[in-house]
């Protein structure tokens, strides 16, 4: 029996939710708007250290991933973006590929990702440049980190909060210093080579290996992905069908280029050895920096002076923008999707409200703020203050939800080409089965890594198994990923309960205004099977 079947006739003056919610929506977001905000989506400097720390070998594998996996997922999104344009992106891609099961599940895992990097990795990431230039490496005190790191979270919550046409302020200024940073960084690393030679390369050095790709390819994929972001707030675009392309293919391009550079500029000034996952660029930009003022010791500790202090606190600033305009970016785009899902009744309804004053889903905005808040004091305080560590367990969690969430919107490329081929597609990605089919396989894959480093051939060997891990340790390895995965899913799918009286007054209202159902699909009914699971 259809769940979503109305139990009395509506008003005849009643509109859906889903009409009610979308008028309040301003259209604030222009072409430039969102190259500057897949710019900060996809370009992150908070794992540049955890990368580089393999050596030359993962250069190799940024461009082999740039090929065959970060160009077929900008072909895909161009297609999807303007051929499903309305707000939400992801999840309506994925309800009206799946149901509203599989997108409130794959919803879920997409927004609740970013709360909890926003509170773990970028906070954490944010003290540490702030400890290295500002406070001479030293940790601050308890109470002092947590002024700090809480004050990090509600400013991006704040920004999120705001109306677009004053929060996208922040993606933009964050793009800007994404590029000043890491262009700074690339011509000191030149100076300084000049001055004072680099670690040479030998070819062996960047030969690829089924170790380095178990290893690399999560952390490389989690950098690439991002490019339905802006889709989310698909009704706020001015001309959707033509800026997002156009922002996709200059910003990876763009992406490409501004993580090469840097990624080979830390591994020419600092030892495989000395490079670590939270501080390794942090540390590239002090040693380069040195050349400004300033004098690397003997046993590799860099100390900064005169100009070379000036330099090195501009770009500690910098840097803080930069995480900030990531975490704002991610958290503006997901809690838009999750407010989608509940209008459309694939999550509570309380959740899925626009504020009719900012445009924007304050309460899911303060929820994000809530949960991010939760992260960072939990995992404080389950590393006993241990940045290092806290930074390594939140970074896991987060890669690993992130990819998770890309199982559903991979392979409705091809599902809606099939379910929808009469669509407006003013964008066509070229063998679109193959492009879905390859991308979810690759997910896929890293999924599974990530879940059991190695499996397939020395599951948690000694090149395989996290810092820290012991190869006794694999089970509780794998429940440590595998458990917050697991509830995660069984929120979403309590959210998709929970939105049960939501579908009901949405079928019986205005069945043809839910975005789970494309504008060339206006005759479909409350009972499809796609856009109205049944029990």
């Known amino acids: 029996m259809a769940i979503d079947s109305p139990s009395a006739p509506p008003p005849a003056t009643a509109v859906s939710d889903y009409e009610t919610e979308t008028r309040k929506l301003r259209k604030h977001f222009g072409r430039f708007d969102i190259l500057f ?55 309506v891609w994925t309800s009206r590929a799946f149901g509203r099961l599989a997108g409130a599940v794959n919803n879920f895992l997409y927004w609740v990702t970013n709360p909890v990097w926003l509170g773990g990795t970028l906070s954490v990431s944010a003290v540490t440049a702030f400890t290295t230039f500002f406070n001479n490496g030293k940790d601050l005190s308890t109470p002092a980190f947590y002024v700090f790191t809480l004050a990090f979270v509600w400013v991006g919550v704040l920004a999120a909060i705001l109306s677009f046409d004053v929060g996208k302020w922040i993606p933009t200024a964050g793009a800007w210093a994404r590029i000043l940073l890491l262009g700074l960084f690339t011509l ?18 960047f030969k690829p290996s089924y170790a380095g790709f178990i290893t690399l390819v999560p952390l490389l994929m989690f950098n690439y992905v991002g ?29 490409i280029l501004l993580y090469g550079m840097p990624l080979l500029g ?10 670590t996952s939270l501080g390794g660029f942090l540390d590239a930009i002090r040693q380069v920096f040195t050349i400004y003022g300033g004098h690397v010791a003997a046993d590799g500790t860099a100390t900064l002076s005169g100009f070379g202090t000036v330099l090195g606190d501009f770009a500690a600033i910098l840097f803080i923008l930069t995480v900030l305009s990531s975490g704002v970016t991610w958290i503006m785009g997901s809690d838009r999707a999750l407010a989608v899902s509940g209008y459309d009744g694939a999550a509570p309804r309380a959740l899925g409200v626009i504020s009719q004053r900012f445009g924007t889903p304050v309460r899911v905005n303060l929820l994000s703020g809530v949960v991010s808040t939760f992260v960072l004091v939990l995992a404080h305080e389950l590393t006993s ?9 939140v970074l896991g969690l987060a890669v690993s939800t992130t990819l998770v969430s890309y199982l559903g919107i991979f392979p409705a490329l091809a599902v809606l080409r099939r379910k929808y081929p009469d669509v407006p597609r003013p964008y066509r990605a070229p063998f679109p089965t193959v492009i879905s089919i ?13 879940l059991a480093p190695g499996l397939g051939s020395d599951w948690f060997g000694t090149n395989f198994a996290p810092s820290g891990w012991t190869h006794a340790e694999r089970y509780k390895y794998l429940l440590t990923e595998a458990v917050p995965l697991a509830v995660f899913i069984l929120l979403g799918a309590l959210f998709w309960a929970l939105g049960t009286p939501t579908r009901r007054r949405n079928a019986a209202l205005a069945p043809t205004a839910a975005p789970a159902e494309p504008p060339a699909a206006a005759a479909t009914t409350a009972d499809d099977a796609s856009a109205q699971p049944t029990t």
């Open 188 to 205: 000191s690393v030149i100076a300084y080579a000049v001055k004072h030679g680099v670690h040479g390369f030998g070819a062996s050095d």
């Open 37 to 91: 905000f897949l710019l900060c989506t996809i370009i992150g400097v908070d794992v540049i250290g955890s990368i580089a720390s393999h050596g030359a070998e993962a250069f190799t594998w940024l461009i082999i991933l740039g090929l065959f996996f970060f160009i077929p997922s900008a072909l895909l999104t161009a297609e999807l973006g303007t051929a499903f344009p309305q707000e939400g992106g992801p999840y």
């Open 385 to 393: 203050g241990n940045a290092a560590k806290l930074f390594g367990a």
């Open 266 to 275: 830390i591994m020419l000034v600092l030892p495989t050895t000395a490079i």
């Open 227 to 255: 490019f339905e972001l802006p889709n989310s707030a698909g009704d706020e675009m001015t001309d959707s069908q033509k800026d997002v392309p156009y922002g996709i293919f200059r910003s990876a391009g763009l992406s």
């Open 438 to 450: 390859f991308l979810t396989a690759l997910i896929l894959f890293a999924t599974v890594q990530l």
